[in-house]
């Protein structure tokens, strides 16, 4: 019965991860900091929830505290480590852009220390659709260059990535970062788009609609993005004895056990067609306030997941209007609306 330490597990994927590893057998135990960028009643909630099954235990604990992290890791002795904790938000790096550099940096090389220490046998880690930046050509493939992003949010996700190109290189440390695309569904943060829109709707406020609509997102549905990184545990990226040897279309590396995989619906989905199908299954028009592009933002993000669909046969299907019913069938029942 495999092990996975997982980071972040009061968080929104974190925890929908957690409770598919627990379904599937897995021991799990957690690693969060329950800090208060967003409502911490609902990441305790998520908690709660997790802790009813045996299989689940967790240290409540900051990654930059690295005497915490390497003892609770090194009593649960992972097989696997998977890394998703981080201070997320494009928009609140633009306001508090050090806690991006403690959390996502100093935090995260803490996490390939320690997976270091313990040798274990796949280090995986969440990377974001953001670090593609300024490229344009789309949909992304994990084999461009993507060496211009917009904020630092997305600087601190791309040093993950050259981080920990170099530490699966020197130490032989099989590594994956994923790079997940707008995820959305039930018990989804305060911040993002969907629950802002769904609880605006219903309050009769007013939504702010950014750049007067004109955005692309390939929206993913969370339960599609954790059987993605489900799948990717057992797709251990290994040093290609030649560059000659290496697939087409795949990132591993040429010289390191350390590969990049986009995980998305594949879907460019414009911003004014997800506010109609909100509207739709609340049977309420939004009131919209329609603003300027906002700084660091970018105007389409659009996954290429043929990568995913190679290594593990899967692809994300979940459609637009079945994840936001999902989402709001929650978000009524959790708050009563």
């Not at 994927?13 to 957690?18: D, M, P, T």
């Not at 996490?111 to 974001?128: G, I, N, W």
């Not at 930046?133 to 997305?154: K, S, V, W």
Request: hydrophobic letters at 45%; glycine letters at 6%.
């Amino acid at each position: 019965m495999q092990r996975v330490f997982i980071t972040g597990t009061a968080g929104f994927i974190g925890y929908h991860l957690a409770r598919l590893l627990l379904a599937e057998g897995y021991i799990v135990h957690g690693f969060d900091g329950i800090t208060d960028y967003y409502d911490v009643s609902l990441k305790r909630r998520r908690h709660a929830m997790l802790l009813q099954a045996p299989g689940f235990s967790m240290t409540e604990a900051m990654l930059e505290e690295m005497d915490t992290l390497a003892h609770a890791a090194e009593q649960f002795r992972p097989d696997i480590i998977i890394h998703l904790a981080a201070q997320a938000g494009v928009r609140y790096s633009l306001e508090n852009p050090r806690a991006y550099v403690d959390s996502n940096i100093v935090g995260t090389f803490n996490v390939m220390e320690v997976a270091k220490a313990l040798q274990v046998r796949h280090l995986l880690m969440a990377s974001t659709s953001s670090v593609y930046g300024a490229n344009e050509e789309m949909p992304f493939r994990e084999i461009e260059q993507a060496d211009h992003q917009l904020t630092i949010y997305a600087a601190t996700k791309k040093a993950n990535e050259v981080m920990a190109h170099a530490q699966a290189h020197l130490w032989n440390l099989p590594i994956t970062m994923f790079r997940f695309f707008t995820v959305y569904g039930p018990w989804g943060r305060p911040d993002l788009a969907l629950f802002k829109f769904v609880d605006a709707i219903l309050d009769g406020r007013p939504i702010d609609i950014y750049n007067h609509g004109e955005m692309y997102r390939d929206f993913t549905y969370v339960d599609d993005l954790v059987r993605g990184i489900r799948l990717l545990i057992d797709c251990l990226p290994a040093r290609p004895e030649s560059r000659d040897s290496m697939a087409e279309g795949d990132s591993l590396s040429p010289v390191a056990p350390f590969r990049v995989v986009n995980i998305g619906n594949s879907q460019k989905v414009r911003l004014l067609d997800f506010i109609e199908a909100i509207e739709d299954e609340l049977g309420q028009k939004a009131i919209r306030n329609y603003l300027p592009m906002q700084m660091g933002d970018v105007p389409a993000t659009w996954a290429d997941a043929s990568l995913l669909m190679q290594l593990t046969g899967y692809r994300p299907t979940t459609g637009i209007r079945d994840g936001i019913r999902a989402f709001v069938a929650w978000f009524r029942d959790y708050y009563g609306k």
